[in-house]
């Protein structure tokens, strides 16, 4: 039997996607609510395909719990944030999910981290605490790090079809392992030692953010010399070892925008160009705030001018906040912008922020000066709707015939 520990985003679909594969697993989460939720049927997250799968899993017998159970194999998917000081990971969740597990689990148990980890955080933190529980990696337990690779509205396909990185000490282990996720993953499944797996996470991230950074800043220095940037990156592109990203405004979910800072903690001295570019990624919703006050003074909106968000999400199609460059934008509004600005979002139906609407008309009649922070489906097909508005599309996917950019 399987314990999922952790069922937020990347816990609850990997749990159902191993029962529904006829795995007999147990999801644990600390969080009653969330547990009462899951045992009454409701997912606590949308995700196409998720429901599905959630109905498939249900009828081949998972179940769900607040209790970590006695069992051989154990899945830790809990967060990993990292302090925005020293950028260093807080493994502190993963090392109090793995102590609880130490407290129930029999002799010779394999404890897969999927968590994402800096690289060295299982020498650092969890091997010293199977010494402190006074019990022998190798024998008494098994540590394995099998990073997850999935990114949400595409969940369920990529946890089937994306290749797989499993790290850890023998070659027995690893393969052991390696046939669990076979029964649902038809990527293909590296072995590896642990340290290799936790850094290839981070460098796929980082890797990813670093890209993006060189977009943004290409947008900067192309505002900065009214050039159009797409057009370049679009021509650019054209050459058959040239992939730059689209520029954006700001980056956010919890790998992207979070990941690289573990290596800029842990090398200070040596990741200078990661610390740059994210430092040019955590700076991009305060220059659409910038966007946004020179617009309103070209237009004489200063004084007058409403404007809205569009989108709260930290991409489209979703209800994941993690990292919201919107999020990030209100918190600095204050020390760019005077105006009130109105947020509107249609995946997200609760209150979080302050003068939030709930319906999109509603709130395009409230506003003169619209921002599109998150290119959802929905505001894709009311593109005429933005007629007589001003516009800052900050994905460049708006067709209208004056629009702004970032």
């Not at 939720?37 to 607040?66: P, Q, R, Y």
């Not at 010494?131 to 990114?151: F, T």
Request: charge should be negative; aromatic fraction near 8%.
């Amino acid at each position: 039997m399987i314990n999922v520990i952790g069922l937020g985003y990347i816990g609850l679909p990997t749990a159902l996607m191993m029962a529904s594969h006829g795995l007999e697993v147990i999801g644990t989460d600390y969080n009653e609510q969330l547990v009462t939720s899951l045992k009454e049927g409701h997912i606590t997250f949308k995700e196409d395909g998720l429901e599905n799968l959630f109905h498939d899993a249900v009828k081949a017998g998972i179940t769900f719990s607040t209790e970590y159970q006695a069992t051989d194999t154990y899945i830790i998917a809990v967060p990993t944030p990292y302090d925005k000081f020293s950028k260093k990971v807080d493994a502190s969740y993963v090392a109090s999910a793995v102590q609880s597990v130490l407290e129930v689990c029999i002799r010779g148990a394999v404890i897969i981290i999927e968590s994402t980890i800096s690289p060295g955080t299982v020498d650092k933190v969890l091997r010293p605490l199977m010494e402190e529980n006074k019990l022998v990696v190798g024998q008494d337990i098994h540590l394995v790090h099998a990073p997850e690779r999935i990114i949400p509205g595409n969940m369920i396909y990529e946890l089937q079809h994306n290749n797989r990185t499993v790290g850890a000490d023998s070659v027995d282990i690893g393969g052991k392992v390696k046939s669990l996720y076979s029964h649902f993953c038809q990527g293909q499944i590296m072995v590896t030692d642990i340290r290799t797996a936790e850094m290839t996470k981070v460098v796929e991230n980082t890797f990813r953010a670093v890209n993006i950074a060189f977009a943004n800043e290409l947008a900067k220095i192309c505002r900065h010399d009214n050039m159009d940037v797409y057009e370049i990156i679009k021509i650019c592109n054209l050459h058959p070892r040239v992939n730059i990203l689209q520029p954006g405004p700001g980056v956010g979910g919890h790998c992207i925008s979070v990941d690289p800072w573990f290596l800029v903690g842990d090398y200070p001295s040596l990741a200078k160009v990661i610390d740059e570019s994210m430092t040019t990624n955590d700076g991009m919703p305060a220059f659409v705030l910038n966007r946004i006050y020179e617009i309103m003074k070209e237009k004489g909106m200063t004084d007058t001018g409403k404007v809205g968000l569009y989108g709260l999400t930290y991409k489209e199609n979703i209800d994941d906040m993690r990292e919201s460059p919107t999020l990030q934008l209100l918190e600095t509004q204050r020390h760019h912008l005077a105006t009130e600005l109105k947020v509107y979002d249609p995946f997200i139906h609760k209150d979080v922020v302050k003068n939030q609407y709930h319906d999109l008309d509603k709130f395009l009649s409230e506003i003169d000066f619209i921002v599109i922070m998150v290119k959802h489906n929905e505001i894709k097909e009311n593109v005429f709707k933005l007629e007589g508005k001003v516009v800052l599309d900050c994905h460049n996917f708006i067709e209208l015939p004056e629009v702004y950019h970032i």
